[in-house]
């Protein structure tokens, strides 16, 4: 069973920036396929961005050249650096862990864009 805790998210005004930190239990940290995901009111939950045990990153277009995936292996810790912040990224943020055919979620945690 794998673990994840999300933090720092928050209200933030547009154009603003927040850091989501996402730590993971488990002694086989690297090997995961970690993501990102949101669900806003009313929508289905999509993918924001991943990064492979390799460090090779995905995005969501909507994102991308905002925000940035990474993952530190020593602190079993991924993390979401949001730049330029929209009204529209206002969600739940989950934190998402894949080893094989298993998958894992975080609780979530709400970020909200707003003046």
């Known amino acids: 069973q794998v673990q994840l805790v999300e933090s720092g998210g928050g209200l933030v005004q547009p154009e603003g920036s927040l850091r989501l930190s996402c730590a993971a239990s488990?002694?086989?940290?690297?090997?995961?396929?970690m993501g990102w995901y949101r669900q806003a009111p009313g929508k289905q939950r999509d993918l924001v961005a991943s990064v492979t045990s390799g460090g090779t990153t995905n995005y969501a277009d909507s994102v991308k050249g905002r925000f940035t995936i990474s993952r530190d292996n020593a602190k079993n810790t991924v993390y979401l650096q949001m730049n330029s912040l929209k009204f529209e990224d206002t969600a739940v943020y989950y934190c998402?862990?894949?080893?094989?055919?298993?998958?894992?979620w975080g609780q979530g945690i709400q970020v909200t864009v707003s003046s």
């Open positions: 488990g002694s086989i940290f690297s090997t995961y396929v």
């Open positions: 998402r862990a894949v080893w094989g055919p298993k998958s894992y």
